[in-house]
C-alpha cells in the first residue's frame, strides 16, 4: 500500500477508463459512461455527526457499536465483494491525542456562529488520547479502513462537522477545517481527493479546491427538491418515496465551474431509528436495486451512502440488506453492466477508462492508497 488516500490502478483498468469516459470536461457538462458505475460513499465521524444538535449522549450507544462491530463488519463485507468504497473521514479522527493549547482546544480553528450552536463549538471534546472506547478520536480505525486487503479510498468530511453550507461558516472557519483536515490526513501519509459535505450542505466550493480537492459528493437531485415547500414536507415527501421504493436518481459525475467534479448522491441507506423504523428494509433494498438496474440501463452513476451509525440499529437486517443490494451489484458487474468505483476514480485528474484486459486496479493518481478494483468478469 502507498501513501495515498485513493485507489492505484492497473493498465487494465486505465484502458477500461478510455471507453468509459467519453472527453466532455466543460464546466458543468457531465463526462460519458459506457456502462453503469456503483459508487458507495460512507460518512466516517463517529459522535461529531450530532454534537451540535443533541450532545454527546443521544447517539452515544449507536457510536459505541459503529467503533466496535460495524467498522468491521463494513471492511469485511467489503472484501468478500471486491467493494473500493470511498470513506469520507473527519479530520479530528486522523488523530491519536488531541489537548489544548493556552487552556482552548483547537485554537487554530476559526469557530462557526451556527444559529443553533452559540456555545464553543468544541464544548464536549473531551481531549486526551485514543482508547478503545473513544467517540472523538479515530486513527486505529482509520488504520484498520487503510489495510483491507480490497483497498478503500479516503476522502474527507471536514475537521470537526462545521456546516458549510450556513452562513455561520465564514470563508476563514472553512479554510482553517480543510487546513486541519488535511495537516491531519497527511501526518497519516494520506492525500485526499474526494469530500462529502457535513449534512450534505455544499459551500466554499473554491476553498475545497485551494486544499487540493478535486471532487464533492453532491445533493441527490430529488424531484421535489425544486418545489417551494418546507422542508417538513420535502422531509415527507423523502420518507414516502423510501417507502414506496421509488427509483433513485442516478447521474453523470458533472465538471463544475469550480474546478471540480461533482459526483451527486443517489440515495442514503436510511438507519432503522425514528420515523424511519416504520420502513421496511425491504423497500431500502428494492429502491437500490432499481437504482442500480436503472444505472446499467442509462449508463450513469448510482451513488449509494450512509454513516455506519445507520446500521447500529437492526444491525442483522441492515447487513443482510447491504448483502442484497451488493449480490445484486455483482450480477450487473458480472454482466459487463456495471462497475465499481470509488468516487476519485471519477474525477478529471484520474485517466480515463480504457478496456483491454479483465484485470483491473486503480491506478495512483496525486495520492491514492493501492485500490483493487475487481474485473467485471
Known amino acids: 500500500m502507498n501513501s495515498s488516500g485513493l485507489v492505484k490502478r492497473n493498465d487494465d483498468a486505465d484502458m477500461m477508463m478510455q471507453t468509459m469516459m467519453m472527453e466532455t470536461m466543460q464546466p458543468e457538462h457531465p463526462i460519458e459512461l459506457e456502462r453503469g458505475v456503483f459508487t458507495i460513499s460512507i460518512d466516517f465521524e463517529l459522535i461529531w455527526g450530532t454534537l451540535d444538535l443533541f450532545g454527546p449522549d443521544r447517539f452515544r450507544r449507536a457510536c459505541q457499536i459503529e467503533r466496535k462491530e460495524i467498522i468491521d463488519r463494513l471492511l469485511d463485507l467489503f472484501v468478500e465483494f471486491e467493494v473500493p468504497a470511498t470513506w469520507c473521514v473527519l479530520g479530528h479522527l486522523f488523530l491519536e491525542r488531541c489537548g489544548t493549547s493556552n487552556g482552548r482546544k483547537h485554537p487554530e480553528i476559526v469557530r462557526p456562529v451556527h444559529s443553533w450552536h452559540l456555545k464553543d463549538w468544541f464544548e464536549h471534546d473531551p481531549g486526551g488520547a485514543e482508547g478503545s472506547d473513544s467517540l472523538f478520536l479515530g486513527r486505529s480505525l482509520v488504520e484498520k479502513i487503510r489495510a483491507c486487503p480490497v483497498p478503500q479510498e479516503i476522502g474527507g468530511h471536514s475537521f470537526s462537522h462545521v456546516i458549510f453550507g450556513d452562513s455561520g461558516c465564514s470563508r476563514e472557519t472553512a479554510e482553517s477545517e480543510l487546513a486541519a483536515s488535511v495537516k491531519a490526513a497527511r501526518e497519516m501519509g494520506i492525500e485526499m481527493r474526494s469530500f462529502a459535505f457535513p449534512r450534505n450542505e455544499v459551500g466554499h466550493l473554491d476553498v475545497l479546491k485551494e486544499y487540493g480537492f478535486e471532487c464533492y459528493r453532491g445533493p441527490e437531485r430529488n424531484w421535489y427538491e425544486s418545489k417551494n415547500w418546507s422542508p417538513q414536507v420535502k422531509r415527507f415527501c423523502h420518507l414516502w418515496d423510501v417507502f414506496r421504493a421509488a427509483t433513485p436518481s442516478v447521474a453523470l459525475p458533472e465538471f463544475t465551474d469550480s474546478g471540480l467534479w461533482n459526483v451527486p448522491g443517489s440515495m442514503v441507506y436510511f438507519p432503522m431509528h425514528g420515523l424511519r423504523r416504520y420502513i421496511p428494509i425491504s423497500s431500502r433494498v ?92
Open 286 to 377: 428494492s429502491r437500490a436495486i432499481k437504482g442500480l438496474h436503472t444505472a446499467a440501463q442509462r449508463k450513469r452513476v448510482f451513488h449509494l451512502w450512509f454513516h455506519p451509525t445507520n446500521l447500529a440499529d437492526q444491525s442483522g437486517a441492515m447487513f443482510d440488506g447491504l448483502r442484497r443490494i451488493l449480490e445484486s451489484a455483482c450480477s450487473l458487474r458480472a454482466r459487463r453492466e456495471i462497475e465499481f468505483l470509488p468516487m476519485g476514480s471519477l474525477a478529471a485528474a484520474d485517466p480515463l477508462w480504457r478496456e483491454d484486459s479483465t484485470n483491473a486496479d486503480l491506478k495512483t493518481q496525486g495520492g491514492i492508497s493501492e485500490v483493487s478494483v475487481p474485473s467485471a468478469v
